[in-house]
């Protein structure tokens, strides 16, 4: 029997349909679904032997979905309904009281906590390989000298170590991130039913501790209209493939002919439609282009949730297509960044020349007049315009003569030509946090401290 006389209509039905792209949730659905069986059983809601009979049906129901015999029907709405329809088939009329004491709210709610959760944890391992293969890519590169820059401009020189490790930092605040998501995934919401709770005496805290969840939601309303843990995931998501779209900018201008920094292994670049002699860093750009999608996944689901009513509502269904895609596109980016440094080349020699143009000293000369006694901003006027002089002369600044230096300071006396010497810039940086070697060498320790934890 129906409350509808009437059937759904066919658009409606193609656009209630979930089991599409929410099939993906069949073993957190299974898994669930266990746990529910066994509490139901030991609660005496149902007798051990009808547990036991659901509890063999959902495994026959595991091996069919493992090896993709499991056949979905034209009525199956979800995920949920699919496997509640197979069991029934399988194990006869003990299979609807599987939903004892449960709705479909709460079901699909801790499905999809399940899935952040896991979720998380297993980009947070992608993430932590990333940052593994940077620090090793550092410590090849220790004391290659390369020019940093500043809107595009060449501004300072630094190791190429001291720029990668600062990636490092930036994925390990990812990883933070990720923890925090799976954190806030880690509350069991089985159990409140359609969103008040249910007519039972169940044991939530034995279902909890089945599925490994750190607790139960403690409000049935707040349980079954939560998505912030999804929230909380694309948040994480999002930031972290904005981090690897800087990466993927930086290798697709390192590796254009007029930088020549690095190069990209074949087996990650592409050619032209029509021009033989190209080698595009297509899979660099695409770090670019996809991490606007997985921001946009963030703020569709923003939209979905804004000003929405408690507790369930349709709404809601539209969780599930944003996280997958957002988490499945980071992850294949994460996978993207680690083959392409792993089989990147560096050019240290081209660095090295594009990091000795002595006019990145300027920083380093007007530092050494304050330690002279000249106030920064008279010192900073007196270097812009020697640089002013040197670039108008078509020449370096250490290339201009005792007298053309006396010429705009008598502050610039011979003394200051040491600051034009290349390595200088670099070790000079002894801040902590800086580019001197030694204090690249205290960073890489604190990264590997970080990765063996």
Request: contains cysteine; aromatic residues 6%; proline residues 4%.
């Amino acid at each position: 029997m129906s409350r509808f006389a009437e059937p759904q209509a066919a658009a409606f039905q193609a656009l209630n349909s979930s089991v599409a792209f929410d099939q993906r949730l069949w073993p957190q659905d299974l898994a669930g679904s266990r746990a529910h069986a066994g509490m139901l059983g030991l609660c005496g809601i149902i007798s051990a032997q009808e547990r036991d009979v659901l509890l063999g049906g959902l495994e026959i129901v595991e091996e069919e979905l493992r090896d993709g015999s499991f056949a979905f029907l034209p009525d199956d709405e979800d995920i949920h309904m699919a496997v509640e329809r197979r069991l029934t088939a399988l194990v006869g009329p003990v299979g609807g009281k599987l939903h004892t004491a449960r709705s479909r709210n709460d079901q699909v709610a801790t499905d999809v906590a399940l899935f952040c959760k896991e979720t998380a944890r297993a980009l947070r391992a992608q993430v932590t390989s990333l940052m593994a293969d940077l620090v090793a890519l550092a410590e090849t590169h220790l004391d290659a000298p390369l020019p940093g820059y500043t809107h595009l401009q060449r501004a300072q020189p630094v190791y190429l170590s001291h720029h990668l490790l600062a990636y490092v930092w930036m994925l390990d605040r990812d990883r933070q991130r990720l923890d925090f998501a799976g954190t806030q995934a880690d509350r069991l919401p089985l159990g409140a039913g359609a969103l008040a709770g249910v007519n039972f005496d169940t044991d939530r805290r034995m279902v909890a501790k089945e599925l490994r969840f750190d607790g139960v939601m403690r409000n049935s309303v707040d349980a079954v209209s939560n998505r912030d843990f999804v929230l909380d995931l694309l948040h994480a998501a999002a930031t972290c493939a904005t981090h690897l779209s800087r990466l993927g900018s930086e290798l697709v201008i390192w590796s254009s002919q007029e930088f020549g920094f690095v190069v990209l292994a074949d087996g990650w670049t592409s050619g032209s439609s029509i021009m033989p002699q190209k080698k595009n860093p297509d899979a660099a750009e695409l770090l670019r282009g996809k991490a606007p999608r997985v921001v946009a996944h963030g703020a569709a689901l923003h939209g979905v949730l804004h000003a929405l009513p408690l507790t369930y509502n349709k709404d809601m269904q539209e969780d599930k297509e944003h996280l997958f895609d957002a988490v499945d596109t980071l992850a294949l980016c994460l996978a993207a960044a680690r083959g392409m440094l792993d089989g990147a080349t560096f050019n240290r020699e081209r660095m090295a020349a594009a990091a000795s143009d002595d006019l990145i000293a300027a920083t380093d000369l007007a530092d050494l007049l304050v330690r002279r006694g000249v106030p920064f901003r008279e010192s900073h006027g007196i270097v812009a315009g020697l640089v002013r002089h040197a670039v108008a002369s078509g020449r370096g600044l250490g290339e201009l003569s005792d007298a053309e230096l006396a010429a705009q300071s008598p502050y610039l006396d011979p003394s200051v030509r040491p600051v034009f010497e290349r390595g200088s810039w670099l070790e000079s940086k002894i801040s902590e946090g800086g580019t001197a070697l030694p204090r690249v060498r205290e960073q890489l320790e604190l990264a590997r401290a970080l990765l063996a934890k």
